[in-house]
């Protein structure tokens, strides 16, 4: 049995190596996808303006998540979510900050893992001096 696989394994190798190869490519055209070249310069994006201290939006519908009222770009992983070093139960007073909802904690104090990922339902308010994106929703 072993003479027949080596067999077999030495006409694949001779069956591979027997291809030959194009010594001449044909050129490839390249074109940049933007529509700018790199060395056009143009004005910084305006900087967002976030709420100060202890002022909020009010909420577009029922039962939309809180808004963020500062920049969000803590690290948020499913072993350490930055948010909770100040929105935790224990530590939110102590902080000023909004304490994190009940329906994101366990029964022991714990976050709830279905929840770690704050950012993908809350959002920091700013007030943004260009459209990030369109909008035209109305809650009329």
């Known amino acids: 049995m072993k003479k027949v696989l080596t067999l077999v394994a030495l006409m694949a190798l001779g069956a591979c190596t027997g291809q030959q190869t194009h010594n001449t490519a044909e050129p490839v055209n390249i074109s940049s996808l933007g529509r700018s070249n790199i060395t056009d310069v143009r004005p910084a994006d305006a900087m967002p303006i976030y709420p100060k201290k202890g002022a909020s939006i009010e909420r577009s519908f029922i039962h939309q998540p ?9 690290s948020i992983t499913i072993k350490k979510n930055g948010c909770m070093t100040c929105h935790s139960s224990a530590k939110a007073q102590r902080m000023k900050a909004t304490e994190i909802h009940s329906s994101h904690i366990l029964a022991d104090d714990k976050l709830n893992n279905k929840y770690f990922n704050c950012t993908q339902c809350h959002v920091p308010q700013a007030e943004n001096k260009q459209k990030l994106v369109e909008n035209d929703f109305s809650n009329q």
């Open 66 to 74: 809180p808004l963020i009222p500062h920049k969000a770009d803590y």
